[in-house]
């Protein structure tokens, strides 16, 4: 295979811990001995950590410390001291377990005869700048307790630039779950395949910049344990590029980039109306129509003069009382409902459950359908039906899954086998779950965690779902691209103005300058 696109490949491939055991154990009954490939992969990890420490300005001057776990992780890291000892990096090796398994002996035994210190004393590593954690790889469940957390808060309590192998000591490796206590790394080695702990929140804090180090698993071997088509994908540039309807035709026009209604604001939140028609524009929808309490109707007009404004009957706290009766819902190819609606909204969410055509429901059409049986009420359409919820939301939605909590990967694909829908179930690693495969994007900032956004997000899918629906291809793909799409503006947005100086307006102003440099490197 071409390397561009196994490495494509390899950055959308998700695994637990179950599943690399079985894919690293087919390599074995393959032919290739264990001492084999964790020379390769610890090889790979040492000249991947020399590149690094130079962009650090690290040097061999710097007292490096390498923590030994008694598994291979473990061994992986004694081979990574030897190499980087032979580069005359000063090492110093702590290993605080008196049984490690064989091959973990054998490179402790010569690393030993080649003169380097290993040590269980805790205060040998207090003298080092720079820290390889390899005291537990992947399929830890245990909380760690003892010697061992005492080394780990230590560390973590000292100003020192750390490296974790593979996954930081102290994350479960499917949850992302803090076994009492973690390595807080600066930077991660993944080894192989992703595994779920980084795209769950719970470790996130722990793991750093994270990257993964290909030490070529067969394709094939992947493929015999996960199948053709994995259940758990990672969202890449590529992927959600490729996703977009681009380059358009030279004879398009409105009609062929559909009609979308959106049913948001109130008097109280007249900003979440327009926010979702800011999303909504910058996705080149074809025509956007805004339903809004009348009181707020020239406020929202005179932001988004392009767009159709349909004035509602109000109720005396300014929230849409119910549509015009003369709104036809067969108009559109994709209707929206939500941001900023208040909880007065029931009959209205109620009249839309009953369209013909694919629904987005956020914000408060998620309280209101709370109210609804919504496993019930979702599994009855006919039509798709999107919901983005945060984790708020989905326990008042879903609350018989809340057991379920640590792994929010599991969570929202039980929602979508029980609902039939698209569960957009936001946070720092946003999930997109069908009921027969999960998304996840890999990148975002902390800088959306702020009002609006959801908006902004609700807003630019529904804007992108109406030409692929006129097409008639599959909508879940572009619910990954606007996910991903939302996300690099908010990273593009924090770069250039801090993760302080996003809100959600000035979000919508970088949605076009973060999606520009994709756009450009696919079409030219």
């Not at 209604?261 to 129509?289: E, H, K, N, P, V």
């Not at 459950?353 to 309280?367: E, G, K, Q, V, Y």
């Not at 302080?500 to 696919?522: H, M």
Request: hydrophobic fraction near 45%.
């Amino acid at each position: 295979m071409n390397p561009q696109l196994r490495t494509e490949k390899l950055q959308q491939i998700v695994v637990t811990a179950e599943q690399m055991r079985n894919i690293e154990n087919r390599i074995f009954s393959a032919g290739i001995p264990v001492a084999a490939l964790m020379e390769k992969v610890a090889g790979k990890i040492s000249q991947r950590l020399q590149t690094l420490f130079l962009e650090k300005q690290i040097t061999p001057q710097n007292k490096i410390g390498i923590l030994v776990g008694p598994g291979h992780n473990g061994g992986d890291a004694l081979v990574v001291a030897r190499e980087l000892y032979f580069q005359d990096y000063s090492i110093v090796i702590y290993s605080p377990f008196l049984r490690r398994k064989e091959l973990t002996e054998a490179h402790a035994k010569y690393a030993a005869s080649l003169g380097i210190p290993i040590s269980s004393n805790l205060e040998e590593l207090q003298t080092c700048d720079v820290l390889v954690d390899g005291l537990f790889g992947f399929g830890l469940e245990r909380p760690i307790t003892g010697e061992i957390a005492t080394t780990i808060n230590t560390i973590n309590t000292g100003n020192k630039f750390v490296v974790s192998i593979d996954l930081p000591s102290g994350i479960h490796t499917d949850t992302g779950e803090i076994l009492e206590t973690a390595i807080r790394a600066n930077f991660t080695l993944c080894l192989g395949l992703w595994k779920q702990a980084f795209l769950q929140d719970p470790g996130l804090d722990y793991i750093g910049i994270a990257e993964l180090i290909d030490f070529d698993i067969p394709l094939t071997d992947i493929t015999a344990i996960l199948g053709e088509s994995p259940l758990l994908n990672r969202i890449t540039s590529s992927t959600a590029i490729n996703n977009l309807p681009l380059p358009r035709p030279a004879n398009h026009h409105k009609y062929k980039n559909g009609h979308l209604l959106i049913i948001a604001g109130s008097q109280q939140y007249t900003g979440a109306a327009i926010l979702a028609g800011l999303g909504a524009r910058a996705s080149g929808i074809g025509m956007l129509s805004i339903a809004v309490p009348n009181s707020i109707k020239s406020l929202v007009s005179s932001a988004l003069p392009e767009a159709l404004i349909i004035g509602c009957p109000e109720t005396d706290n300014g929230a849409i009382f119910k549509l015009p009766e003369n709104i036809d819902l067969r108009r559109y190819q994709t209707i929206a409902c939500g941001p900023g609606l208040t909880s007065e909204a029931q009959p209205i969410l109620e009249r839309i459950l009953t369209a013909n055509c694919p629904l987005i429901l956020d914000a408060d059409a998620l309280n209101i359908l709370a109210k609804l049986n919504p496993v019930f009420t979702l599994s009855s359409r006919q039509s798709p039906t999107i919901i983005t919820p945060h984790l708020g939301e989905f326990k008042r939605l879903f609350p018989e899954l809340i057991e379920l909590e640590k792994n929010q990967i599991t969570l929202a694909k039980q929602a979508a086998e029980l609902t039939g829908a698209i569960i957009v179930l936001k946070g720092a690693r946003t999930c997109i779950a069908t009921p027969n495969q999960v998304w996840i994007n890999p990148n975002s900032t902390p800088a959306l965690g702020r009002g609006g956004s959801g908006d902004v997000l609700t807003g630019l899918l529904a804007g992108l779902l109406p030409p692929i629906i006129l097409a008639e291809k599959p909508i879940e793909p572009i619910v990954n691209t606007a996910v991903w799409w939302h996300s690099q503006a908010g990273i593009k947005a924090a770069l250039e103005r801090t993760e302080l100086g996003v809100d959600a307006y000035t979000l919508t102003q970088y949605l076009i300058p973060a999606l520009t440099p994709f756009v450009e490197a696919k079409l030219y």
